[in-house]
């Protein structure tokens, strides 16, 4: 007899129930059909954009972790945060995904408006109710915008009634989880009565995972697993020791999966996705002052003069280029597991930027390889409230948190730290009555 629920409680059972742990048992992914068409088994398959990949899982050998030790358990889970962007361009999907793409995130200030809150789990920005969602995919489910066409639980499953099924013709639980906002599917197995088959030398099915290429994809793509004691794991019983479990995390056989477009497969150009600060929030500590950008995928940190940064006068705005001040500025590209980086650009000393100024971040083809764009953001020190003008509202602002030492220094905090010592005190607030009052500054393009 066969049960399926829910995945989450088979990483529980790893996680409470670790003897030791070993990594000999091997877990492979083959492609078995194309578009519902069988093929030879295959750890590398070529398809055309569009098309549908069905993978099948095998385990085998896990004797090498624990003699004699019967396969209880196992779990995997797909890895797409690398999985589904590795190829040129384009991106795979999980059977049934029809979502809006999600960001990755800091904070929800450098989220769009469709997917304005930053999931801390996950680290991606999701929506938090579907008014947010944009027509296309109007419902807000798992944190993410979903489409029409979306179906959760199709692309994982596992065929208990295969011969070769890891625990053909016992009684056993199957699971199997969708890609929430962490773009991880899971599914798994446990044998219920009993401690489940003996290794007998050969591979046996763990499950069936489908992928499709999207219609723009190309290049090769690397199907990936997490490996982990509660993501992809096998548990191994003694049965002369129930109370001791074996832990095994296998070693991956990946599958490729390479996407032939017509014509070249040239990398678009990365495009800026968010920034921070947005256009109403000012820059506000005297230096050390951070703008992030986020872009759809990775960048290489520009050098002085790839892009420029110039204070935004009146002529700026009419095309003329003013004093470049790039050079003054450091520049790191932090890259994430999603493949969506941001680019920090601080202000490391005080006296490049002008109090109550806006400034232009712009890369107008001098960055290779990245879309055009300009960022304008307003330097104004100690103006918190976003009005665009510094008063006693704004001294109040750094009043609330005085004193902040050290360890109280988190990013709301921190943002306070006006004069950039470490520690809130009197002195921010006394740096901040400098520039009180301070008239608005409006931006000065039409």
Known sequence: MHKSMGLCWLGVIAAVCI???GQAATLTALAVAVNDEPIAPTASVTISPGDSVTCEFYLAGWDNDF???????????????????????????????DVLWPLSCTASDECPAATPECAPMTGMCGCATSESCPTDYPTCAHSLCIGPDHVDYQ??????NRSDFAHFGLDAVTAS??????????????????????DTGGQVYAGTYIVRASEDACGTFTLSVR?????TFLLLFDADDPANPFIAVPTFEPLTIAVEADGTCDAPL???????????VSLVR??????????????VAPGAGQITIMELTNDVCAGVAGPDLSDQFEFTAIDDQVG???LHIVDPVKGILQHARWYRIENAGGWAGVEPFHVDVRFMIGEFSGDGVVTFADLGAVRARVPTGPSGMNDANRRHDVNVDGVITFADMGTVNQYNPTPSFPHPCP
């Open 270 to 280: 990365t495009v800026l996705q968010s920034y921070f600060p947005p256009r109403g």
């Open 227 to 231: 490996l982990s004691d509660y993501e």
């Open 67 to 97: 003699p004699q030790g019967p396969l209880k358990t196992y779990q995997v889970t797909i890895d797409g945060l690398a999985s589904y962007r590795s190829g040129t361009a384009g991106r795979l999907e999980p059977l049934g995904w």
């Open 19 to 21: 003897g030791s742990r």
């Open 340 to 342: 969506l980086p941001r």
């Open 155 to 160: 692309a994982a499953f596992v065929d208990v």
């Open 286 to 299: 005297t230096h050390m002052n951070t703008i992030s950008l986020v872009f759809d995928k990775p960048v």
């Open 177 to 198: 989880q969708p890609a929430f906002a962490s773009l991880a599917t899971g599914w798994g197995s446990v044998a219920l009565i009993g401690h489940g088959p003996l």
